[in-house]
């Protein structure tokens, strides 16, 4: 049975999962790399980092995974959508790897990139948008990719079967909150914690049977 | 040097101290004992209790204090300030055995309880206040006691040496939060987290030299 999953969400200790404003210098705002920095040190993303318990939760981020669904905030800064070259982030070689789908209230045709990415633009409500990754996925499973805006309206909607956040030691302050409204969240996941060394702590939300 | 210290402050995953409405027969509101559970199982609290590190952390609430500040909504109910009979929520025998600073902008004769402990009702600044309980706690440490609003208070006012949070893995959705506007607090304090079998996490915030 295909899962829906998120990996390596983080968020700061009073639960920004972004700063402000976002823009194309600064794709988290104020927050800088300040909410990454646990991810950038390990052996996941640099063959020169670390292998420890950040590592372990860090790799589990690719495998299995058959499709992505992003909002529009993780795709560009805002106005992206005025720019018909944009074409996201991350240069010609996208992280991604699979069908990737971007959801946008101004669709356009679908971008082709290296690596096997390809961006998919949808306008379509949480469920609909599974339906049309879970088909892609075929029997792998979908990541819900964030930001926090898109992750809260998968989470409300019940659609969520994995999550797995990681809470560093900073006070952002201000910027877009995780866990707005979502009150009882612990009720239908169970929910584990580990710090660790490096000062963040490891947060698994698994769905109840 | 007398030091000014919180410990076993427990909030949410969402970062609230306390739910909503605080009422006589709910000091919590909708949290109920959740932010709590973990304490009452200590040996600290109770000798049936455990003895690991949600213990190791517990214990340390007493020793060294010589005096606690505590805002008004921790003394009791909205509108104790009008019934002239409230002593406090704990009875004849509240459990701080020191004088105890009530924060109130309706003072009232001091109470002698048993036990050692002596309600205060100041109306002060943070800082007032703390000059008058340092004075009362000799070489002894002030703990500041709580609610939210209180630590809030004295940690923007940079009061604070030592806090100890306890954060439980439930979503309360609503409340008094304790985060708010205290961005880049990790710029002045040393954060460590260590999680616990139980589920919660221990927070430390100590003040950097």
């Known amino acids: 049975m295909s899962r829906t999953r998120i990996h390596n969400f983080a968020i700061s200790l009073d639960g920004f999962a ?3 404003p976002q823009t194309l210098e600064s794709p988290f705002g104020h927050a800088g790399q300040r909410l990454h920095a646990w991810m950038f040190a390990t052996r996941w ?3 020169s980092g670390g292998e420890g318990v950040d590592n372990a939760f860090a790799q589990l981020h690719g495998p299995g ?17 005025d720019d018909p ?8 070689h996208p992280p991604f790897h699979t069908p990737t789908y ?18 998919h633009f949808l306008e379509a409500t949480p469920a609909e948008a599974l339906a049309v990754a879970r088909k892609a996925a075929g029997e792998s499973d979908v990541r819900i990719g964030g930001g926090p805006t898109v992750v809260r309206e998968f989470l409300a909607a019940g659609l969520v079967d ?6 560093v030691p900073v006070l952002l302050g201000r910027g877009v909150r995780l866990w707005d409204g979502l009150e009882s969240l612990e009720d239908t996941f169970a929910i584990e914690s580990v710090s660790s060394p490096s000062g963040v702590t490891h947060l698994t939300f698994t769905r109840k049977g």
């Open 45 to 47: 993303w640099d063959e």
């Open 18 to 20: 972004t700063g402000e």
């Open 102 to 119: 971007v959801l946008t209230h101004r669709p356009r045709p679908s971008l082709e990139m290296e690596g096997g990415t390809t961006f």
């Open 65 to 81: 995974i058959g499709a992505e669904i992003m909002g529009a905030n993780k795709f560009g800064p805002p106005g992206w959508q």
């Open 162 to 167: 994995h999550m797995h956040v990681v809470q």
């Open 85 to 92: 070259d944009w074409t996201g982030w991350w240069g010609p």
